[in-house]
């Protein structure tokens, strides 16, 4: 069974940086495109990272170019988003997604994505 497990959300000031873990279960997260979305209250869910395979660069949304890079850990079976320079802006509920295929310039739609994790809440203070 495919499941994610997000962790490593909290409260953060502005400038700061936090680095969220998403676990992986019951595939091979080498072959499969994992991305990172991001859901704030009454908005809707943005696409602002994904890998398409593992070694693969990965693509990443305007807002937070620059800031995010993603990184992964074969061992762990664990990708990662590094989140650097944070701003209140950036304060959602933060998810990982995956899919044995995505087409490239769909990847920021969540209908793309059959797995998801539950989320884990990133908050910046201003």
């Given at each position: 069974?495919?499941?994610?497990?997000?962790?490593?959300?909290?409260?953060?000031?502005?400038?700061?940086?936090?680095?969220?873990?998403?676990?992986?279960?019951?595939?091979?997260?080498?072959?499969?495109?994992?991305?990172?979305?991001?859901?704030?209250?009454?908005?809707?869910?943005?696409?602002?990272?994904?890998?398409?395979?593992?070694?693969?660069?990965?693509?990443?949304?305007?807002?937070?170019?620059?800031?995010?890079?993603?990184?992964?850990?074969?061992?762990?079976?664990?990708?990662?988003?590094?989140?650097?320079?944070?701003?209140?802006?950036?304060?959602?509920?933060?998810?990982?997604?995956?899919?044995?295929?995505?087409?490239?310039?769909?990847?920021?739609?969540?209908?793309q994505y059959?797995?998801?994790?539950?989320?884990?809440?990133?908050?910046?203070?201003?």
């Amino acid at each position: 069974e495919v499941q994610l497990e997000e962790s490593g959300g909290g409260l953060v000031q502005a400038g700061g940086s936090l680095t969220l873990s998403c676990l992986t279960f019951g595939f091979c997260f080498r072959f499969y495109a994992i991305a990172w979305f991001r859901a704030a209250p009454v908005m809707q869910r943005e696409g602002i990272s994904c890998r398409r395979r593992h070694g693969t660069t990965p693509y990443y949304a305007e807002t937070v170019k620059g800031r995010f890079a993603v990184s992964s850990d074969v061992a762990k079976n664990t990708v990662y988003l590094q989140m650097d320079s944070l701003k209140p802006e950036d304060t959602a509920v933060y998810y990982c997604a995956a899919t044995s295929y995505v087409i490239t310039s769909a990847w920021t739609r969540p209908d793309q994505y059959g797995f998801w994790g539950q989320g884990t809440q990133v908050t910046v203070s201003s």
